[in-house]
């Protein structure tokens, strides 16, 4: 298997993959099939598995697709690289993504913008296009990602895969390079939705090591895989089909929830009326955050530092003009202003409260229906290069995906189906399922019954 995949890698031109060492790879595959002799082996032993590149590894960089991490090799593995290779998984390398996160596109990425294998001259969605494109185009069965606005489920819609982004807290952040803390959370990207919650069995947990991560008791997040969803009440939320939403995508959307109707689920009129404002809530708090975040790239303790500079703030600042890209200095810039005196009640604060209200939308939602769907983003994936010149063009299209992580819902997007774009070509279209706080087995649940 390890062999396979790593040939396919060697032979892709997506630009999918950062960190690629066979020999590594190779010895890893060897080690697990003395565990399968053995019998000591797990359902994911021996499966060959990527890492998106801001999941911190000893063996491999870990650059979170930045110039400011070109060169950088953590000491220690993150939390999830760990549990997932003490399941025995083969690790193939590291995936592209955007700038520490930052995008919905991956072409963020200092490394250039990763292709998406159902049409090359498409974005294949951000900020995991790496992992998403990878599963899309075979090169791995299996990826990590991480999903702070929606980058585990929005690319996944884009390239035709199925990701989940569990309830917050679930996922350790250890070792997972910093964007948002109040909203980063790790998750799996696969074919499909068992597939997924093989892959979550194994990375869900506690962690001593984050701050945030919640003590739950272990469970099977597939164990309901094959129950019926006779009787689901599925949300619709009426602010998910409104304008700005592309006909192609509304009606591979509408076809699958006509497909639920049929499986005896039944559909539900809901309302959120607070998804507009997820959209300046968000880059509010996850800018605000990112600048605490990012200010430990000095140039000093590891990371990029400039050659020539002439004392300490020369040098610091030298080497953060030079280490970050143009988005991540857009939201530095924005998120220590909205945190700046005089501007924080004003913008962070406000944002604060907001965040809370959008929570309460969903709580009220919950009482009338079970899960809640509607599309991961309004088109299918753009053109490269379209609106890349375009931040705020690229910030409107996470209308759909922003609220759930505002609120720390579990996520997911499968695929259903193809859209046209704006030109005659076939371009995948996800569908998106929202669950209510630790509901993941629901969610692949009604997921697998569709797949
Ligand atoms: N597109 C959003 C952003 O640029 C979300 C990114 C993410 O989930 N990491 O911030």
Redesign the pocket.
Known sequence: LAQHFLQRIAASDLNAFLHVDPALTLQQAAAADVRLANGDATALTGIPIAHKDIFVTKNLRSTAGSRMLENYVSPFDATVVTKLAEAGMVTLGKLNC?EF????ANE?SYFGAVKNPWDKTAVPG???GGSAAAIAARLTPAASG???????R?PAAFCGVTGIKPTYSSVSRYGMIA??SS??QGGPIAQTAEDCGLLLNAMVGFDEKDSTSLDRKPEDFNRDLNKSIQGLRIGVPKEFFGEGLAPDVEQAVRAALAEYEKLGATLVDISLPKTELSIPV??VI?PAEASSNLSRFDGVRYGHRAADYKDLNDMYKKSRTEGFGE?VKR?ILVGAYVLSHGYYDAYYLQAQKIRRLIAQDFAAAFEKCDVIMGPVAPTVAWDLGSKSDDPVA??L??IF??ST?LAGLPGMSIPCGFGQGDKNAKRPVGLQLIGNYFDEARLLNVAHQYQ
């Open positions: 955007d996160a930052m995008g919905s963020n951000g900020s995991s991480t999903d702070t606005g929606g980058s585990i929005q964007f948002a909203l980063d968000y880059y996850a988005e939201r690229n910030y299209a996470d995906t922003l992580s």
